[in-house]
């Protein structure tokens, strides 16, 4: 007989994965501190190259957010970005047909026409205000680690969004922020080997916010997997 889970206990991971979405208007209550480390502790089980963990995370709560809130929009007003890890260069093919038709389903959910170039701008300002999230996580990685301390990351983040929703909790992974490394690793007293890899913003989700309105769709398998027999 064999060992192979079935199929019925992937069903809650599967229904996480369904159901989840990326959180970009944030009602203003706090999310308690034991709820918080429920999704940290749960975040750690993530696995990793070599058991490496190379993660850490500096967490905002309640006058710090604020703080954080503040200074990165004057921040980001004033200085050019300077991200840690390369921003992609180019959004080729699908790619770009997926992030363009992602952006047009949050500027037709809050009402931006298309090619209004000003309020998509302002929508784009609202990364730096988290959303209005009562919390920010900021993931970094070990320097000598490079690509590959930011993929195990990576799945940390992905944990992270998981557990967030497990327990009711909104959230949204933002590279936006990874731009202002300079900004943050001043404001969380970062070593200079810490690597900005991305935050994630949460707390719990605007219901009516209509910038939460929309989902967007997952190409089909037989688009991204190659078998060989």
């Known amino acids: 007989m064999s060992d192979a889970p079935t199929a019925d206990l992937h069903t809650p991971l599967r229904f996480l994965l369904e159901t989840r979405s990326s959180c970009r208007a944030f009602a203003p209550d706090p999310v308690p501190r034991d709820v918080v480390e429920q999704i940290l502790e749960t975040a750690q089980r993530t696995p990793s190259w070599c058991n490496t963990q190379p993660w850490q995370v500096s967490l905002t709560e309640g006058d710090a957010t ?35 038709d992602c952006a047009m389903q949050l500027y037709s959910s809050v009402g931006i026409a298309e090619g209004d170039r000003r309020a998509s701008a302002e929508q784009t300002m609202k990364n730096f205000d988290l959303f209005d999230a009562p919390h920010v996580a900021v993931v970094t990685s070990d320097e000598a680690l490079g690509v590959y301390g930011a993929v195990d990351c990576g799945l940390y983040v992905n944990t992270f969004l998981l557990a967030a929703h497990s327990l009711g909790v ?33 707390g ?5 916010h209509p910038a939460n309105s929309f989902r967007t769709p997952r190409a089909d398998i037989d688009t991204v997997a190659t078998w060989v027999s």
């Open 66 to 100: 604020e703080r954080f809130r503040a200074g990165l929009r004057e921040y980001v007003r004033s200085s050019p970005q300077e991200p840690d890890f390369p921003f992609p260069t180019g959004y080729r093919g699908d790619y770009g047909t997926r992030r363009k």
């Open 204 to 208: 719990y989700a605007d219901d009516t």
């Open 170 to 202: 909104a959230a949204v992974p933002q590279a936006a922020l990874a731009g202002s490394a300079p900004y943050l690793r001043r404001f969380f007293g970062l070593a200079d080997d810490r690597k900005v890899v991305c935050s994630i913003s949460f």
